[in-house]
């Protein structure tokens, strides 16, 4: 048995009665976990697997894959405020999208849990803006191992795509409705008029 802090990355059914729950660890890295039982209305999972929730939770390793079992979870900040607009589903989804990209099973780092802790507390309290996108991917690039500091200043995105080979391809989307977003909050009451008139 192991527990850990964790973040819920992402879930899938894997049964009738059970789901498979990508987490990212505190102190385990990212994992993969069996929540058995946890689609059945009584399972003492109930109300706690839902995306970017934040628990601690307990596991037992399995010896023969990377697949573990889910034992416990205390949920400890579900990160509500994501939740009240489209924007920051959509940054938190692209962010978690980044991180599972940028990791490999089971490999332990405490900066990457804390930087996507800070990011969804970012989000809880304020709408994403390319400013903050592009802060995730420098400090994404800076913990990954990208050792060319001038291609994290300039473009951190092409940096980890370099590394990894790709990036999400949610990330078009998402800059696209940041910069429209960006543009409506300059556009001023008097413009707006006029552009009525």
Known sequence: MESTTAILLRKRKLSDTSLIIHWCTSSLGCVQTVAKGARRTKSPFAGKLDLFFEAEIQI???????????????????????????????????????????????????????????????LTANEPTPRAVIHFETELARIAGVHDVNAIKHNPAQALAELFGKLPLSRGPLLHTLAAAAKAKQESPTDAANAAA
Do not use: W
Not at 65 to 94: C, D, F, K, W
């Open 60 to 122: 037992a390793r399995s010896r023969k894959s990377n697949l573990h079992t889910l034992r416990e979870v205390a949920l400890t900040n579900p990160y509500g405020g994501i939740r009240e607009s489209y924007l920051r589903m959509q940054a938190a989804s692209y962010f978690v999208e980044l991180v599972e990209i940028c990791t490999e099973s089971d490999h332990h780092d405490a900066e990457l849990f804390a930087l996507l802790k800070r990011a969804f507390g970012f």
